[in-house]
């Protein structure tokens, strides 16, 4: 069964307390609301203690009173089940429910997400509660969404309490069945694990030493499994009780601790809360690597940006505010990379409490707030771009993300190195790509990829038999797969692949690796690529090219004049390996000739980095029309020709005719511009950055050409 939002146009709003301020303010918020624009709201996320003030006794009235004054408004509901957060009763009726950290400590109630996710008994009670939110609200015509929970895994995402025992030892029986299998998996001979039974199976708490790497991999598992098991617990009574209702739970972009590809195939919306960092010129570029995992998620559909700050967040060590226009900015580039909603935390900034200097599209200053008039004029924007819902984004380049390799790679004091991480790798790749122009998707291993003609893996140090059969099948029908270093290296029991690596992606590769090279901090190598020096970090291999063509060496040190880079023709496509980190102006290079060569639309080689992360292009592709977003976060205005007959739905600065019935938009600094179009023409853009030659980048919704 299909479950969408039925919201007309784009959504706009936000996270609602009204719990946190007297009733004559909720007229007030309702009203200028309305008058910003705003049509989608989230409330109750953390209401519990209001809703059941006591054990059994539910107190619906307030909510009610705050969803009609939104629903007689034409505001539609975002409906939190409530479940973040238990109330305090609850807790000291129930201490256990409280979470224990590896060494023994058990946090305290004082904070949120104070439960244990695998406790049964905070089950038992979020599930009534879930229960009785469906059943008064279910039917409530402002009720378009539910929201289960909140951002699950931010505080709590593991648990080492007696409750996480008992539900891990049951988890490796269904997955095991029998204690020898157990054994054998785990490699128990070594160090005198080995077990009798499972009961004597506990979570892998504070040790002596190192801990059993296979156990520390299966408690990642588990740990993301009960999560998971909580969350369609919860999905399971809404969809009993509210069938026709979608369902969500907010993602926090890309998180290490859990797989949200098995979260997203359980609900039907995927949403995300985006918080890029005004202080990091660069946090847009990591920002849409956040957002190809939201699309990728559930194959290109389009998604919700649920939460995201209208300006300083009050959470890091330095909140710096985000400059006039930022917040546009951001907004139309989670739009851009496929965003049908555009919401905020929060709508009124708190009085009190740990988010008080948490920025809000209703400031302190009321009306008069400049984050005030920033939103409403967004929302008058957005109101008019009713066209753009359902489209989705064009990308020709794909990037392999794998929870499972993931966490392995992860295990202290078992690694050669523990300075290499799947996210710095993957963010670092994508940033190559970003610069060049290219937008990229996040995909899982199963999905379809045949619409790419590139896949990047920056690592996949555990992989096994199948995934390497789908990229061999992917390169021989003409696909380009680029691995990064330390990848076949372990099995799904992370046991070492016979022969070394890169286990079975050896035959896709055409190499193997004798042995890793890792790189004490702050020490650096150097690779030759095409008569050029590019610097190594972090990692290195003594790689033994079998049937790949070397393409770069290394330069001094022990690995002077050995393979760094190789490429080996597989079918009708082709797969390279890189056995080393490296530095961001190799990675460019590298992978800038490597999507030129597969045929990708980039822009040259010529544009700085910084003109390169400036400025963005992303086409969205409709039924009838597609939608090109230009922006432009650089300091200097940028000339995008448009086609004949095109549209612009939003255009910062001035537009002029030219031959041929197309026109020159001049875009300004931190202006954004979005133009719709048929599906066979495209935006040009040209810009002159400092230091370098005048260029100009064609992009339609499935190809490119490159002019300079």
């Not at 609602?16 to 989608?40: I, T």
């Not at 209702?245 to 979260?263: A, G, Q």
Request: aromatic letters at 8%; glycine letters at 8%; one cysteine or more.
């Amino acid at each position: 069964m299909t479950r969408t939002v039925k919201l007309d146009g784009i959504a706009f709003g936000g996270d609602y307390n009204p719990e946190q301020w007297p009733r004559e303010v909720w007229r007030e918020d309702v009203r200028l609301m309305k008058e910003a624009g705003v049509n989608f709201i989230t409330v109750s996320v953390f209401s519990w203690p209001l809703l059941e003030p006591e054990e059994g006794r539910f107190d619906f009235g307030w909510l009610d009173e705050v969803i009609e004054l939104l629903d007689d408004a034409g505001i539609a509901v975002d409906l939190a089940t409530a479940t973040a957060t238990p109330p305090a009763w609850l807790i000291r009726k129930h201490p256990q429910i409280l979470p224990v950290t590896a060494d023994g400590v058990r946090l305290e109630f004082g904070s949120r997400q104070a439960y244990c996710f695998s406790s049964p008994v905070f089950r038992e009670y979020a599930l009534k509660l879930t229960r009785a939110m469906a059943e008064r609200y279910g039917n409530h015509p402002a009720v378009r969404l539910w929201h289960v929970s909140n951002e699950y895994g931010d505080h709590v995402s593991r648990c080492w309490c007696e409750a996480s025992g008992a539900h891990f030892r049951s988890w490796l029986r269904a997955k095991y069945a029998s204690i020898d299998a157990l054994n054998e998996a785990w490699g128990t001979s070594c160090w005198g694990q080995h077990y009798l039974d499972f009961e004597a199976i506990e979570p892998p708490r504070l040790a002596t030493g190192p801990i059993n790497s296979t156990q520390r991999l299966d408690f990642e598992r588990f740990s993301s499994d009960a999560m998971l098991e909580l969350f369609t617990a919860e999905v399971a009574v809404l969809r009993e009780v509210t069938p026709a209702l979608p369902v969500t739970t907010n993602f926090m972009s890309i998180l290490h601790e859990l797989d949200y590809f098995k979260f997203a195939d359980a609900e039907d919306i995927v949403t995300d809360d985006a918080y890029p960092d005004p202080a990091d010129p660069r946090a847009h570029v990591d920002a849409a690597l956040n957002y190809a995992l939201m699309r990728g998620a559930k194959g290109g559909a389009p998604w919700l940006l649920l939460e995201q700050s209208a300006s300083a967040v009050s959470w890091r060590e330095v909140n710096v505010p985000k400059a006039p226009g930022v917040m546009r900015l951001d907004s139309y580039q989670a739009m851009a990379h496929g965003a049908d909603g555009i919401m905020y935390f929060q709508w009124r900034a708190a009085k009190f409490g740990p988010e008080k200097f948490h920025a809000a599209i209703l400031g302190h200053r009321g009306e008069r707030s400049r984050t005030f008039a920033e939103c409403k004029a967004l929302g008058a924007e957005l109101a008019a771009l009713a066209a753009i819902k359902g489209s989705r984004v064009a990308a020709e380049v794909a990037m392999l993300c794998d929870w499972d390799s993931n966490w392995a790679l992860a295990a202290p004091d078992s690694l050669p190195t523990d300075r290499l991480t799947w996210i710095k790798a993957a963010r670092s790749w994508h940033r190559a790509a970003f610069g060049r122009g290219a937008t990229v998707d996040l995909v899982r291993a199963g999905a379809d990829w045949s619409g790419y003609k590139v896949l990047l893996v920056p690592n996949l140090y555990l992989v096994q038999a199948g995934l390497a059969a789908e990229l061999e099948a992917f390169a021989a029908a003409g696909g380009t797969v680029v691995v990064g270093p330390f990848s076949g290296v372990v099995d799904a029991n992370d046991h070492m692949h016979d022969g070394g690596a890169p286990g079975p992606l050896r035959p896709l590769l055409g190499v193997e690796v004798d042995e890793v090279w890792p790189l004490p901090d702050g020490e650096a190598g150097e690779i030759v690529l095409a008569g050029t020096p590019h610097g190594v970090h972090t990692i290195s291999e003594w790689l033994e090219p079998v049937d790949a063509r070397t393409v770069a060496s290394y330069r001094g040190g022990e690995l002077d004049g050995r393979a760094a880079v190789t490429v080996r023709t597989h079918g009708a496509g082709s797969a390279w390996y890189l056995s080393a980190a490296l530095d961001d102006g190799g990675l460019r290079a590298l992978l800038g000739e490597i999507l030129d060569e597969a045929g990708v639309a980039l822009r040259p080689a010529a544009a700085t980095t910084a003109a390169g992360e400036a400025v963005e292009l992303v086409v969205r592709r409709g039924p009838a029309s597609s939608f090109s977003f230009v922006l432009n976060r650089g300091t200097d205005p940028v000339a995008a020709r448009l086609p004949a007959g095109a549209t612009v739905l939003v255009g910062d600065g001035v537009s002029a005719g030219a031959r041929s019935g197309e026109t020159v938009h001049t875009l300004p600094a931190r202006g954004v511009l979005i133009v719709q179009h048929a599906h066979t023409d495209a935006v040009v853009l040209h810009q002159e950055p400092a230091g370098t030659t005048s260029f100009s980048t064609t992009l339609s919704t499935t190809t490119a050409e490159v002019t300079s």
